[in-house]
Structures are given as C-alpha cells and as structure tokens.
Nanobody
Framework: QVQLVESGGGLVLTGGCLKL?????????????MGWFRQAPGKEHEVVAV????????AYADSVRGRSAISRDNAKKRVTLQMNNLNPEDTAVYFC????????????????????WGQGTQVTVSS
C-alpha cells in the first residue's frame, strides 16, 4: 500500500510560481510511474505531468509544457512539480498519483491507470 501526501499549494499572483511536492510512503518508489493531475471546480481530472519510474521520461499537458518541470528522487521517495508563470486557468486542486508499473519507460496520462492518489493540495492563482 502506498500513501501519497502533497504539499506546496497556496495562493499566488498571476505570473508567480509554485513548487509542489509529493511524499510517498510504503512500497518501493522506483516501481511506480508518478503523475500530477489537477481538478478545477466542475471539471474532470486533468493530467498535468507524468514521470517514468526512474525519471528518464517525462510528459506534460500542452497547457503547462514549457513552464513546468516534474522530477523525482526515488531515494527520498519524493516527486516534485515546479510550475512557473502561473495564470488563473491553473487554479485547481493538484493531486499526486502513483501507478504500479513493470515498464521502465511507461508514461501513463490517463487518470484511471493510477492505483494510488493523494488527498490533493489547492493552488489558487489570482489576477
């Protein structure tokens, strides 16, 4: 069983930045592909970024590509999402998710592929 706890959310002004962190416990971190998703009020879960088991591969949503970076430290069981140049459309609850994977390079972008989810952290971008 894997437990995920997100932190780092908050209120920022348009153009600001945030670094979200996800701390994992239980399981072996390197056996999981990891992803960040977000959910705005009235909307479905939306993938933000995903990273493969050992960090060799990453993928981003078009809406955040070029201004976001996902990384992981398996020894510390931590995944981070750096988001820059934030805008009000980035306002959402951000979730960390883990997918048990045998494929080193897998980059799952569908929410239903993930086995474990954190409780989420609120990000609010004010104009």
């Amino acid at each position: 069983q894997v437990q995920l706890v997100e932190s780092g959310g908050g209120l920022v002004l348009t153009g600001g930045c945030l670094k979200l962190s996800c701390a994992a416990s239980g399981g072996t971190c390197s056996t999981y592909a990891m992803g960040w998703f977000r959910q705005a009020p009235g909307k479905e879960h939306e993938v933000v970024a995903v990273i493969s088991r050992f960090g060799g591969g990453t993928a981003y949503a078009d809406s955040v590509r070029g201004r976001s970076a996902i990384s992981r430290d398996n020894a510390k069981k931590r995944v981070t999402l750096q988001m820059n140049n934030l805008n009000p459309e980035d306002t959402a609850v951000y979730f960390c998710a883990a997918r048990s994977s045998t494929a080193i390079w897998e980059l799952p972008t569908a929410a239903d592929k993930y086995n474990y989810w954190g409780q989420g952290t609120q990000v609010t971008v004010s104009s």
